[in-house]
């Protein structure tokens, strides 16, 4: 079964650019999570999809985050314009069911660097 | 709210047993998982407990008291590759997973 695929692996723009990241989910997978991963620290939920609508939003800068999941599968997430602070990696999850057992399943991720 | 604390660092000896503690907060609970991660590498589901008392899977158990707020994993006869960070995570109200920071464990020969 193949697991959940993100691109790029690595990106390095300077402030104030933009950037694009795309997630494949594992097929059949109907919740799909962005997470954003500082070094050091633990992930930070962004997003959570059910399909393609947001379940949760609360904690997405949304003056400079925006993220989409057309027809329920794929999802891209975006920076415009990025900051300093910006820099992490971005996790990209999925899981079969929502609830107390939904194991989420990440993909390797998408490191940022923005100088 | 939630709030989820874990210690930052941790050491052991190749061969020896390691207990990583976390304690956390929250208005709901639906279930504590810990994942594994790897520098440089996403995280891996290692378990899940919904109920108090302690779950085994081979080397790696898990502890949790609810009344209590309080998990841990507990990790026996330690091999090099056990070397990475482990993370817990709560599954609040919404069913949403809230990782802590995580504890980063080194294991020495």
């Known amino acids: 079964e193949a697991g959940v695929a993100q691109s790029p692996r690595y990106k390095i723009i300077e402030k104030r650019q933009s950037v694009a990241f795309w997630c494949n989910p594992i097929?059949?997978?109907?919740?799909l999570y962005w997470y954003q991963q500082i070094l050091g620290q633990g992930p930070k939920l962004l997003i959570q999809f059910q399909n393609n609508g947001v379940v949760d939003d609360s904690q997405l800068p949304k003056d400079r985050f925006s993220a989409e999941r057309l027809k329920g599968v794929d999802s891209t997430l975006k920076i415009q314009p990025a900051k300093l602070e910006d820099s992490a990696v971005y996790l990209c999850?999925?899981?079969?069911?929502?609830?107390?057992?939904?194991?989420?399943?990440f993909g390797e991720g998408s490191r940022l660097t923005v100088l | 709210g939630q709030n989820i604390d874990q210690p930052t660092e941790m050491t052991a000896t190749e061969g020896a047993i390691v207990q990583i503690n976390c304690t956390y907060q929250t208005s709901g609970f639906n279930g504590l998982f810990w994942y594994q991660q790897h520098a440089g590498e996403a995280p891996t589901f290692l378990s899940y407990?919904?109920?108090?008392g302690l779950e085994e899977k081979g080397r790696f158990s898990s502890f949790l008291s609810r009344s209590k707020g309080y998990s841990y994993l507990l990790l026996k006869e330690l091999q090099m590759k056990d070397s990475a960070s482990y993370l817990c995570a709560l599954s609040g109200g919404s069913y949403i997973p809230t990782f802590g920071r995580g504890t980063s464990l080194i294991v020495h020969p």
């Open positions: 097929s059949g997978h109907a919740t």
């Open positions: 407990n919904v109920l108090d």
């Open positions: 999850a999925s899981s079969l069911v929502v609830g107390p057992t939904g194991e989420l399943f």
